[in-house]
């Protein structure tokens, strides 16, 4: 079975500062791994996805993150971060074949100030 | 393409209710999805559908709750004889098989669940 543990479910960082949410994974095969955002009264949407190609990936807004198989995590950065920037991220998983379920963590919710 | 839409935005009903969400989800996309959110928590998993057919239903969706997809396009979600803990935020989400395999899912905004 699949799953996913974000490690601390509130960060506070101050505007231009660097933004680190960690996501650790557990999967019998290999997976497809994605960090979906949601800002609030909005739906979900997608930040970026890791599917097999380069092992750091980037996404919108300039957030990356890096798909590490020795230490199961695809940890989500950004240099510097901006007020904007609020909102839950979500690090979810799912198979790579025929994977149709995709599996979410508990979301961290990241707060910028001024 | 407006997205993924679903109505109504809110519900409030009172216990024992039945109540009927619709999700309207990309016209190109063959794969639906429900997930339930509850506060803090990420989006739980509840059915799928690959055009009409529903391929696999969650633990969490008891005998209550239906899922249709009636020819491939919209689908419903009806939770009958509502409780006080299926209050929650209920997510469409829809996705077509992209070239490298990766179920890449587009959200709805949600419609959430108040029961009294």
């Known amino acids: 079975a699949q799953s996913v543990t974000q490690l601390g479910s509130h960060v506070s960082v101050s505007e231009g500062a660097l933004v680190l949410l960690r996501c650790n994974y557990s999967?019998?095969?290999?997976?497809?791994l994605f960090w979906y955002v949601q800002y609030p009264n909005q739906g979900l949407q997608l930040l970026l996805k890791?599917?097999?190609?380069?092992?750091l990936v980037k996404g919108i807004n300039g957030f990356e993150a890096e798909f590490k198989k020795s230490e199961t995590s695809f940890h989500l950065t950004k240099p510097s971060a901006h007020m904007s920037d609020a909102a839950e991220y979500f690090c979810?998983?799912?198979?790579?074949?025929?994977?149709?379920?995709?599996?979410f963590g508990a979301g961290t919710r990241l707060f910028v100030k001024a | 393409d407006t997205g993924v839409s679903q109505n109504p935005r809110h519900k409030i009903t009172k216990r024992g209710q039945n109540v009927t969400f619709r999700c309207d989800p990309i016209?190109?996309?063959?794969?639906l999805y429900w997930y339930r959110q509850t506060l803090g928590q990420g989006p739980e998993f509840l059915t799928y559908?690959?055009?009409?057919?529903?391929?696999?239903k969650s633990r969490l969706l008891s005998d209550r709750f239906s899922a249709e997809r009636p020819k491939g396009s919209f689908s419903t979600l009806e939770i009958q004889r509502t409780e006080q803990g299926d209050s929650a935020m209920y997510l469409c989400?829809?996705?077509?098989?992209?070239?490298?395999?990766?179920?890449?899912?587009?959200f709805g905004a949600g419609s959430r669940l108040t029961v009294l």
């Open positions: 890791y599917t097999s190609a380069a092992t």
């Open positions: 559908f690959q055009n009409e057919a529903q391929l696999e």
């Open positions: 999967s019998s095969v290999p997976p497809y």
């Open positions: 016209s190109e996309h063959n794969r």
């Open positions: 989400a829809s996705s077509s098989q992209g070239a490298a395999g990766a179920n890449v899912l587009t």
């Open positions: 979810a998983v799912s198979e790579r074949a025929g994977g149709f379920k995709t599996i």
